[in-house]
């Protein structure tokens, strides 16, 4: 059975910055490309970013170049998204998803980001 | 970046009576590898998204019967033939063809 176990949410002030794990278990990790996916509060769903499997292509929204940066770490079945320079616009519920035929075939549960002073 | 257009955002249904769902996408979705990577997701009141449909028509494992999609281009629907109790919540399709990869706006399906 996949699944995706994100961590790493919470409160953090305007400007602050925040690292979300994901732990990923119950299937091949390192053969699959990985992405992040948020919703704001009470809104829709926004594609952040996704990487290949060897970690050496990274795809990102225009609204997060430059602030957010995913990785992978496939020794340790782990995606990652560090967040920077973070505003009241990046308050969302952060969903890691596993890729399959350019969608997300399986989600975690999230973990909630809430960027306010 | 493709814009996805939904309707209707809101959709009442009576149990047992079909229900259908339309999608619009600013440009084709068909891709260079000729395939249509279009998508449709379901999301239950305080839970994650869950893919049922992808590709246009093919079904994800443990999806109803009950759900179907179709169309081509830009033009895509996706149709609920029964409608149960537990199909409340919102819909998205999503395409996977030009990144940034979009979603719709959602739909809200709610019992009458």
């Known amino acids: 059975e996949v699944r995706l176990v994100e961590s790493g949410g919470g409160l953090v002030q305007p400007g602050g910055s925040l690292r979300l794990s994901c732990a990923a278990s119950?299937?091949?990790?390192?053969?699959?490309?990985m992405s992040w996916v948020r919703q704001a509060p009470g809104k829709g769903l926004e594609w952040v970013a996704n990487?290949?499997?060897?970690?050496?292509?990274?795809y990102y929204v225009d609204s997060v170049k430059g602030r957010l940066i995913i990785s992978r770490d496939n020794s340790k079945d782990s995606l990652y998204l560090q967040m920077n320079s973070l505003s009241a616009e990046d308050t969302a519920v952060y969903y890691c998803?596993?890729?399959?035929?350019?969608?997300?075939?399986?989600w975690g549960r999230g973990t909630l980001v809430t960027v306010s002073s | 970046d493709v814009v996805m257009t939904q309707s209707p955002l809101s959709l009442p249904v009576t149990p047992g009576q079909p229900a259908s769902i339309s999608c619009r996408s600013s440009?084709?979705?068909?891709?260079?590898?000729?395939?249509?990577?279009l998508n449709w997701f379901h999301q239950r009141p305080g839970q994650s998204p869950r893919r049922l449909i992808y590709?246009?028509?093919n079904r994800d494992s443990g999806v109803p019967d009950r759900f179907s999609g179709s169309g081509s281009g830009t033009d895509f629907t996706l149709k609920i033939s029964r409608v149960e109790a537990e199909d409340v919540g919102v819909y998205y399709c999503?395409?996977?063809?030009?990144?940034?990869?979009?979603f719709g706006q959602g739909t809200k399906v709610e019992i009458k």
């Open positions: 998803a596993r890729e399959n035929g350019h969608s997300a075939e399986d």
């Open positions: 119950g299937f091949t990790f390192s053969s699959y490309y």
């Open positions: 990487i290949d499997p060897s970690g050496s292509a990274k």
């Open positions: 440009q084709s979705l068909v891709h260079s590898d000729g395939s249509t990577y």
């Open positions: 590709q246009v028509s």
């Open positions: 999503m395409q996977g063809t030009h990144w940034p990869w979009t």
